[in-house]
C-alpha cells in the first residue's frame, strides 16, 4: 500500500508545469528515482527506462493522472521489478518478492470469487477501510471491475459513446457490474476519487459501480491524524460531510442521464454506472429519488439502489419498497466479538440519526406498537 501511496504522489512531485500531465522527461526523473542513479545496474537500467517509456508512451509528449497510475499498474512484471531493483534505497518504495507473491494469490482468490459471482449474478460490494488502506483498495477494486464490468459500450477518442460490435448483433444483450468499490464521503479527497475512477472505467470501457457511505472510520482517522502531524482527511464538520454526500449523488446521477442521452439512438441497453446509495439520512434519500424522476432514470432499471443497516431507519427502507425502489438491508453476520465492532462504526457514522431527528423515527416506532397492540385486542375480541 505504502508503495502505491508514494508512486501516486509522486506525480505532483516530478510534474514541474502543475497542469495536470507529466512530460516525458519528468516520467524519466520518476523512474530514475525510483532506481537510484548510483545502482551498479545502471546502464541496464537506464536501457530499461527507454524500452518502458517506448512501450508504454510512444509518440505521446506527456501523460496525465490517470495514465500514469495504468502505466505503474503493479501487476505488470516490468513494474514489479522496476520496484525490485532498489531494495537498498530506504527513501523509495519497494516490494519484496514475497510482497509480489502474495499480492498474485490475493488477485486470484478475488477473481475465483468475482467469477462465481458472475456465474451466480450476486454482486461484490467492496468495503471502504481506514485511508492508509484505502490506495491499495480502490486499485484492487479497479482492476477488478475493469475485468469483471465489462460493458458492449465503447468510447471514441473524443469522447463520444459508442457501441461496441461484439458479433452477436445487436449489442450482445444486457450486463450487469459485479463489482462495486465504496466511497466515504467524509473524506475530502473522495469526490476527486469518485471523479478519477469514472474517467478510468470511461477509459477502460467498463461499468463504473460504486457504493456511497458517509464513513466509518471517523475517530480513528482524526486521531491518527493528531498523531502523526497531518491535517485530518475528514470533513470539519457533519454539514460538509452531509454536502459531499449529496453532491455525489446528484453527480452520479446526472452521468447517467448525460450518457443515456448521447446513447439514446443505441440497441445496446447496457448500464453505463451502477450506484449503490447506502444511507440512512433520510434527505439523501428522498433527493436521490427526486433526482432519478428529474432525469427519468426509472426505479427497475437497475441504475440505482439503496440500502440500511438492519434494525436501522426502517421508515426509510419501507418507505423506499413501498414505492417500488429496489432496497436492501444490510446483515452484520459473524461472531459476537467480530460484529460488535462493525456496528459500533455503524453508530458512529450514522450519529446525526441520534440528534433531533431521533424524535421523528421514536414517534413512528410508537405509533407501530399502539397499531400492534391495537390489532392484536381486535384480534383477540373478534375470537
Known amino acids: 500500500m505504502l508503495t502505491l501511496l508514494l508512486i501516486y504522489k509522486s506525480f505532483n512531485q516530478f510534474s514541474i508545469n502543475h497542469k495536470g500531465k507529466l512530460r516525458k522527461s519528468e516520467f524519466r526523473s520518476f523512474l530514475i528515482s525510483i532506481i537510484g542513479e548510483n545502482d551498479e545496474k545502471k546502464n541496464n537500467n537506464n536501457n530499461f527506462i527507454d524500452n518502458f517509456l517506448d512501450k508504454e508512451e510512444g509518440e505521446r509528449l506527456s501523460i496525465d493522472k490517470i495514465e500514469f497510475r495504468k502505466m505503474l499498474s503493479l501487476d505488470k512484471s516490468d513494474i514489479t521489478q522496476l520496484l525490485l531493483s532498489n531494495n537498498n534505497n530506504n527513501n523509495n518504495p519497494k516490494l519484496s518478492q514475497e510482497d509480489i507473491k502474495d499480492f498474485e494469490y490475493l488477485m486470484n482468490r478475488l477473481e475465483k470469487i468475482c467469477e462465481l459471482a458472475r456465474e451466480r449474478n450476486v454482486k ?3 468495503d471502504a477501510e481506514q485511508t492508509y488502506f484505502q490506495p491499495a483498495i480502490d486499485f484492487i477494486s479497479m482492476k477488478l471491475a475493469s475485468k469483471f464490468n465489462k460493458s458492449n459500450h465503447q468510447y471514441s477518442e473524443e469522447g463520444k459513446l459508442e457501441e461496441k460490435d461484439e458479433g452477436g448483433g445487436g449489442g450482445g444483450g444486457k450486463r450487469d457490474a ?102 440512512h439520512n433520510q434527505e439523501s434519500v428522498i433527493l436521490a429519488c427526486n433526482k432519478m424522476k428529474q432525469f427519468g432514470i426509472d426505479a427497475n432499471s437497475g441504475v440505482v439502489n439503496f440500502g440500511q443497516l438492519y434494525g436501522m431507519s426502517d421508515h426509510i427502507t419501507y418507505t423506499l419498497a413501498s414505492y417500488g425502489y429496489p432496497v436492501y438491508k444490510y446483515v452484520a453476520y459473524g461472531k459476537i466479538n467480530e460484529v460488535i465492532p462493525f456496528l459500533i462504526r455503524r453508530a458512529q457514522e450514522n450519529s446525526s440519526i441520534f440528534d433531533s431527528r431521533i424524535t421523528n423515527e421514536r414517534k413512528l416506532l410508537w405509533n407501530e406498537l399502539i397499531n400492534r397492540f391495537k390489532f392484536r385486542k381486535t384480534y383477540e375480541l373478534t375470537n
Open 124 to 126: 461484490l460490494l467492496i
Open 178 to 279: 459485479i463489482v462495486f468499490n465504496t466511497y466515504q464521503m467524509y473524506l475530502k479527497d473522495s469526490f476527486s476519487r469518485l471523479k478519477r475512477d469514472l474517467e478510468l472505467s470511461r477509459r477502460g470501457n467498463f461499468v463504473f459501480a460504486s457504493k456511497l457511505v458517509r464513513g466509518a472510520y471517523m475517530v480513528g482517522e482524526k486521531l491518527m491524524a493528531q498523531k502523526y502531524g497531518y491535517p485530518s482527511p475528514i470533513h470539519d464538520n457533519i454539514e460538509d460531510t452531509h454536502k459531499s454526500y449529496n453532491e455525489a449523488v446528484e453527480f452520479l446521477l446526472n452521468e447517467v442521464y448525460k450518457k443515456r442521452k448521447e446513447n439514446s439512438n443505441h440497441k445496446n441497453n447496457n448500464n453505463i454506472l451502477s450506484i449503490f446509495i447506502a444511507s
